[in-house]
């Protein structure tokens, strides 16, 4: 992974029926990222849902249902004004995309939860 200081974070509780459809919209994400100039882009599905010792789990956090499995997705940025003008592009390339036929979305909006990170110890 490229250097970056700052990290767009999202978690997600999708129907585990809906993985295959979520994967294509992911990969439809990860190419516009990286072709907008983001420096890394990972999708991830939980594998581990109850770590030893934990209490309060990402599953409890999303709300997840045993129906559902919940993702944690990153990307990466140099800046945050870096974040910005790459977000602006993927938005741009999207809404012109899906202009006429809008994406049907494999999980409820108001299950998303997203926030932009100052990245302050890093590798």
Not at 82 to 96: I, L, N, S
Not at 100 to 111: A, G, I, L, S, V
């Amino acid at each position: 992974m490229k250097k970056g200081t700052y990290v767009d974070g999202f978690v997600i509780s999708i129907p585990k029926k809906n993985t295959a459809k979520y994967i294509k919209m992911a990969r439809q994400g990860l190419q516009a990222w990286m072709k907008f100039g983001a420096l890394d882009y990972k999708e991830c599905i939980i594998d581990s849902p109850k770590p030893k010792g934990v209490t309060f789990t990402f599953t409890k956090m999303a709300k997840a249902k045993p129906t559902e499995a919940v993702w944690f997705s990153f990307v990466t940025y140099k800046s945050k004004a870096h974040r910005d003008a790459v977000t602006k592009k993927v938005m741009a390339y999207f809404e012109k995309k899906y202009k006429d036929q809008p994406m049907d979305m494999p999980f409820k909006m108001n299950r998303f939860s997203s926030a932009g990170f100052k990245v302050v110890v890093g590798a």
